[in-house]
């Protein structure tokens, strides 16, 4: 990401903000809330644009329709949304077939037995608690090939045990030289997982914090990474944030314990 800039009508999130992530590292974004970590993965993704900036991946600049980019990159970070009508065990068989997995079934039933969805596998995503909904997410980005891994809070919503099993499975990805960015509010997933910390901070925020301008970095010999954000402006309420999604929100009760494969 090179000279990258966001804002949202007067309100600069994002400015000259430069970050390299190479194969086999973990870049943890820290830093308060509204400071502008899920802007900078939604940019990073393509789910938003910048003002002004570039983006490439293994030298493709990104574009809503690179699809050699899609391929490689393994996605978590909006709100939790599913097809209401797959169960669990079929996400994770149709994402793996999309990614051309031929025979995903090894693959789908290794993932489900570590995220520990294997008797909830028949169900459908509406009916699942809302950490078994973020262990699916988190599945879901498991099954598939991926060189680089997106992901935003991954920890929300976990158990204790949950966020221990994400910080042994997201060192093994980065061991296995996957490139990892993850915004996080738990320090012992950045402490066990990032190579790299970049603090995102908000200059001359009003309300008494530190004010703290560009990155703190963890990790030897590392480029430095600047952000610059300014939020004194008013508040720009004319885009709205995240819309909440229109289905998978399935009441629960229709839960069925079969698993849909055979
Ligand atoms: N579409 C939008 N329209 C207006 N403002 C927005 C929009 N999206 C984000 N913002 C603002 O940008 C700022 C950064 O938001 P962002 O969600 O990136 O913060 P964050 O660091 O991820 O926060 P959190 O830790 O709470 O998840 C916030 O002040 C937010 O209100």
Redesign the pocket.
């Known amino acids: 990401m090179s000279g990258l800039r966001r804002a ?2 007067p ?1 600069t ?1 994002l400015d000259k903000f430069n970050l390299e992530v190479r194969e086999g590292e973990a870049v943890a ?1 820290t ?12 940019c990073l993704v393509g789910a ?1 644009k910048p003002d002004d900036g570039t983006i490439e991946v293994n030298g493709t600049k990104l574009t809503e329709s690179a699809v050699e980019i899609r391929r490689d990159m393994a996605t978590v970070i909006d709100d939790l949304d599913f097809f209401p009508d797959l169960s669990v065990v079929e996400h994770l068989d149709l994402l793996a077939r999309a990614h051309g997995l031929t025979d995903p079934e090894p693959v789908v039933d290794e993932i489900l037995h570590e995220v520990q969805l294997i008797p909830q596998s028949g169900q459908l995503p509406g009916t699942l608690s809302t950490g078994q909904q973020q262990r699916l997410a988190l599945a879901t980005a498991f099954v598939r090939p991926r060189k680089l891994l997106i992901l ?2 991954p920890e929300a919503r976990l158990d204790s045990e949950g966020i221990r099993w994400l910080t042994t499975r997201l060192r093994q990805e980065r061991n296995n030289g996957l490139a990892i960015v993850f ?1 996080s ?1 738990d320090l012992s997933l950045v402490d066990g997982v990032a190579t790299r910390t970049v603090h ?1 901070s908000v200059i001359g925020a009003e309300d008494g914090h530190e004010a703290l301008e560009g990155l703190t970095q963890s990790g030897p010999g590392q480029p430095t990474d600047f952000a610059k954000k300014d ?1 004194r402006q008013p ?8 819309p909440k999604p229109s289905h998978g929100r399935r009441p629960k009760g229709s839960q069925s314990h079969r698993r849909h494969r055979g």
Not at 31 to 42: E, H, Y
């Open positions: 949202f009508g309100v999130i974004l830093g308060r809330n509204g400071a502008g970590k899920s802007t900078l993965l939604r938003d935003d809070e915004a509010h995102l939020l508040v720009n309420n004319q885009q709205a944030k995240k």
